[in-house]
């Protein structure tokens, strides 16, 4: 989907984050006679809880575990009483990600207040295991100062890696509040546009189902009955060939909303592998880009309408249904 409101908790990463080392520390530590056998990583989780057994075990590896002066290489070893340990913590993957890196952003609009991007699919907007780096947050950090001293450098919202299209971002922590609060008020308009699998019945319907984690792939969301609110409107807009392309207006931010949604009615969107999206129409990324983005100025309080004209591979894929501008 699109949007994750910031007022909630912004989409979970795979595994718990690792607290944040920003510089290399060294620890150490002896043996006693009631740990006396104990595996060496199960040792050093004891030592050091706040960090996950997997991060230490990762150290142990690297030949950063020091057991009476000489490198272990093993995890599994067993201590001895009386051993001395020395174990030294590299700085995360986490403390390196907040950087600024020079990477474009296409800019719709900006203010001393906040801007809105046309995000292409394939950046990803915060970083996250598996993309520490590369991410509109670390091209924020590099585009100006005040990104360094708000919360997620002003992003209020994001859109999934391969989502392209319209985000807005704040500059200043009055804009992130009124952003912010707008969001979670529903204040603010946001409408995509989608190529699903399957021929729409209804010229439109809303699908009003709760969206939670899956039970079963915690990389996936899912429509369960213990979720949070989510309603996604939805307009036929054209249909050829088993796919039909749709408008989508959003009144909740649900983590892959849209993508969830339109899945649980056996409509996936085209290429969206991970809720049985087929590759179709030439598209090797899920057929979504957040495409018009309204609100109120939360500093003067002006209505202020974006529109981001689909990318070329979206565009191409929308013809073959017969449709030049799809709106």
């Known amino acids: 989907m699109g949007l994750t409101i910031a007022t909630e908790p912004l989409p979970e990463a795979d595994e718990p984050a690792e607290p944040l080392v920003a510089d290399a520390e060294r620890r150490a530590a002896r043996v006693t006679l009631a740990e006396h056998g104990e595996r060496l990583d199960r040792w050093l989780v004891a030592q050091h809880g706040e ?19 000489q490198v272990a290489c093993a995890a599994s070893r067993r201590v001895r009483a009386g051993q001395w340990v020395e174990i030294t913590l590299l700085p995360t993957l986490q403390s390196q990600a907040f950087r600024a890196e020079p990477i474009a952003l296409a800019i719709v609009f900006e203010d001393e207040h906040l801007l809105v991007l046309d995000k292409p699919a ?54 992130m509040t009124g952003l912010t609060r707008a969001i979670a008020a529903r204040e603010v308009h946001r409408e995509y546009l989608a190529l699903v699998h399957g021929t729409l019945r209804q010229p439109s319907f809303t699908i009003e189902a709760p969206i939670g984690r899956d039970p079963v792939v915690r990389v996936k969301m899912a429509v369960v009955t213990d979720g949070k609110p989510a309603r996604t409107d939805v307009a ?36 969206d592998t991970l809720y049985g999206g087929r590759p179709a129409l030439g598209l090797v990324r899920q057929a979504l880009h957040a495409w018009q983005l309204g609100f109120d100025h939360p500093v003067d309080g002006m209505p202020r309408q974006f529109k981001a004209a689909l990318p070329t591979d979206l565009m191409a894929a929308w013809q073959q249904l017969g449709v030049g501008e799809p709106v």
């Open 122 to 175: 394939g950046l990803v907007v915060h970083p996250a295991p598996g993309n520490w780096s590369g991410t509109v947050l670390n091209a924020l950090l590099a585009h100006h100062d005040g990104a360094a001293v708000l919360p997620r450098a002003g992003i209020v919202h994001r859109l999934d890696k391969d989502t392209s299209g319209l985000m807005v971002v704040a500059k200043t922590l009055p804009a």
């Open 51 to 69: 960090f996950s057994r997997s991060y230490l075990q990762t150290l142990v590896e690297g030949g950063q575990v020091l057991v009476d002066g």
């Open 236 to 271: 036929l807009l054209a249909t050829r060939d088993a796919y039909s392309g749709v408008r989508c207006t959003l009144h909740t931010g649900r983590t892959h909303q849209i993508r969830v949604h339109l899945a649980s009615r056996g409509h996936a969107l085209v290429s």
